[in-house]
């Protein structure tokens, strides 16, 4: 099974709509992380988290929020989608090293 | 702000031959710097770090180099294969050392 898992893998919606994408991790790592990639760029920060309690924003935040539910679960939602939103989201875990492991990344398009 | 670039965003080498990506990165205070291969449909998988103490890492078939002067890195793959045609990402930390910021990552083809 994978360390890293994100739902859904693919999901289309419309403009105004609330999004939620999910992270869950088997890796035991306290600190977690949420990017967002679009085609030809690297990985921009949108929000991370060192434990339970602490939430941090990014260097793009605005637009969206998170939820540390649990130290193996980390959820990012759209609150109100919008078009420039559509792009690929990766979940990452890391733990004591500099390695930050990934999952495999959820698809967004909105309408 | 804090950036972290590649020089070309394609690259083709011959299967054997080595490849060299390159990297060059603005944070002075970044102490570590990571490379990352993304293939298609994956995320992103650690290949190999390197601290800023240290001018060169070796890993199996990959090196890393460092020149803090000119704020360089690349990543050296030796003999390439069909299966390290992927993108490839570099990224340095911050002055904090809690966030990283990557570049935009280069794509490598291997020609078989």
């Known amino acids: 099974d994978a360390d890293v898992t994100q739902t859904p893998r693919n999901r289309i919606t419309k403009t105004g709509k609330r999004i939620m994408l999910e992270c869950s991790q088997t890796k035991g790592h306290d600190r977690m992380y949420w990017y967002r990639q679009d085609p030809g760029l690297g990985l921009q920060l949108i929000y991370y988290?060192?434990?339970?309690?602490?939430?941090n924003k990014g260097e793009i935040s605005d637009g969206y929020s998170v939820s540390r539910q649990a130290q193996a679960k980390f959820s990012l939602s759209l609150e109100s989608a919008i078009p420039n939103q559509t792009a690929l989201y990766f979940c990452?875990?890391?733990?004591?090293?500099?390695?930050?492991?990934f999952g495999p990344g959820t698809r967004l398009t909105v309408l | 702000g804090e950036s972290v670039g590649l020089h070309l965003p394609t690259l083709s080498v011959q299967e054997g031959d080595n490849s060299i990506i390159n990297c060059a990165y603005s944070n002075s205070a970044s102490d570590y710097f990571i490379w990352y291969k993304q293939e298609s449909g994956k995320g992103p998988q650690f290949i190999i770090d390197i601290r800023s103490n240290m001018d060169k890492r070796q890993g199996q078939r990959v090196t890393v180099l460092l020149n803090k002067t000119v704020k360089h890195l690349s990543l050296q793959i030796a003999a390439t294969q069909p299966g390290d045609s992927a993108v490839y990402f570099c990224?340095?930390?911050?002055?904090?050392?809690?966030?990283?910021?990557f570049g935009t990552g280069t794509s490598l083809t291997v020609i078989p």
């Open positions: 990452a875990t890391r733990g004591q090293g500099t390695e930050q492991f």
């Open positions: 988290s060192f434990d339970v309690k602490d939430i």
């Open positions: 990224a340095g930390n911050t002055n904090t050392g809690n966030q990283f910021y």
